[in-house]
């Protein structure tokens, strides 16, 4: 069983709205508390890049290009974490990969493919 397995993706148009969704059911949820969950995207051609980070201190942060639109939060109960995104444009098309991170491992899901398109 994979560590992390993402879903949520699909096809949106222009100005839409999805929410992916990263399950990590190996992981015990007292460990959510002192682990860095982010958000990464690839589109063709280009090389992969850091869209979101929670970090284990209760902040985040954003790529420039994603702030405003896409929200990332965390839910230790249901031992998953998300990345809401609103306001899609054509350039947010991507796979996008879950990250979870902490001193004793690096856990990367299998990635979720988003298309933005009319």
């Known amino acids: 069983q994979a560590q992390l397995v993402e879903s949520g993706g699909g096809l949106v148009q222009p100005g839409g709205s999805l929410r992916l969704s990263c399950a990590a059911p190996?992981?015990?949820?007292?460990?959510?508390?002192?682990?860095?969950f982010s958000w990464y995207r690839q589109a063709p051609g280009k090389e992969r890049e850091l869209v979101a980070t929670?970090?284990?201190?209760?902040?985040?942060d954003y790529a420039d290009s994603v702030k405003g639109r896409f929200t990332i939060s965390r839910n230790s109960s249901r031992k998953r974490f998300y990345l809401d995104m609103t306001s899609l444009k054509p350039e947010d098309t991507a796979v996008y990969f879950c990250?979870?991170?902490?001193?004793?491992?690096?856990?990367w899901g299998q990635g979720t493919s988003v298309t933005v398109s009319s």
């Open positions: 929670s970090n284990s201190g209760g902040e985040s």
């Open positions: 990250n979870a991170r902490s001193t004793n491992f690096n856990y």
């Open positions: 190996r992981m015990i949820s007292s460990t959510f508390w002192g682990t860095d």
